[in-house]
């Protein structure tokens, strides 16, 4: 009892492990994955009490209340409507036990303690969130400039000095296109699936 109090106290029994591909049918978060829609693990991280799942559509966290509660809460975070920012590594001083990654998706900010011994596995991971981090960023700007590239069309459209016939004909023409390009640029720069990037950085 004094051994797991003190345990507890120091945050050792909260220090994650990584699960290997081998295991992934073992654990809840895999009960929730969408394979219907070909979504797939690339990366776990079990605590005693939570889950936390990279698959290559989302981030799948299995929130555990403590490790005595068998209760759970699934919280999903899919990365088109969660952007990952302020990825962070920390790793283990002399007496340190655990490494630590840390994230923001959308709002919610997440700090994952894990076996130091596993340092080099959290490096691929590390690296993958940081890629998809910059990715999205920059998709997000391609795609801001592509609608503000719209939007002055159109003004340029309601400002020419042409007969008003003429000028809802082809407002209405810019309109249908504009719509088939707004709808081609955010398939391009809203990405959904990012596993060829847990690939590329996942050394399974």
């Known amino acids: 009892m004094l051994k797991k109090f003190a345990s507890d106290a120091l945050g050792l029994s909260d220090i994650g492990k990584i699960i290997g591909p081998e295991d992934y049918d073992k654990t809840d978060a895999?009960?929730?994955?969408r394979h219907e829609d070909n979504e797939k693990i690339y990366f776990l991280i079990k605590t005693k009490a939570?889950?936390?799942c990279f698959t290559n559509i989302a981030f799948i966290h299995v929130d555990g209340e403590n490790a005595v509660s068998s209760k759970r809460i699934l919280k999903r975070y899919p990365?088109?409507?969660y952007k990952i920012s302020n990825v962070l590594l920390e790793t283990a001083g002399r007496v340190d036990l655990d490494i630590e990654i840390k994230f923001t998706l959308g709002n919610q900010s997440y700090s994952i303690d894990v076996d130091k011994r596993q340092l080099d596995k959290l490096?691929?991971?590390y690296k993958a969130l940081v890629y998809i981090s910059e990715e999205i960023h920059e998709n997000s700007i391609m795609y801001n400039m592509a609608t503000q590239s719209l939007d002055k069309a159109v003004a340029v459209l309601q400002n020419s000095k042409i007969e008003e016939a003429q000028i809802a004909d082809q407002y209405k023409q810019l309109t249908e296109f504009g719509f088939s390009w707004l709808k081609s640029a955010r398939e391009q720069y809203h990405?959904?699936?990012f596993g060829s990037v847990f690939e590329k950085y996942i050394n399974n």
Do not use: G
């Open 79 to 81: 990365y088109t409507q």
């Open 191 to 193: 990405e959904k699936d």
């Open 50 to 52: 939570d889950e936390y």
């Open 30 to 33: 895999d009960d929730y994955i």
């Open 123 to 125: 490096n691929d991971l």
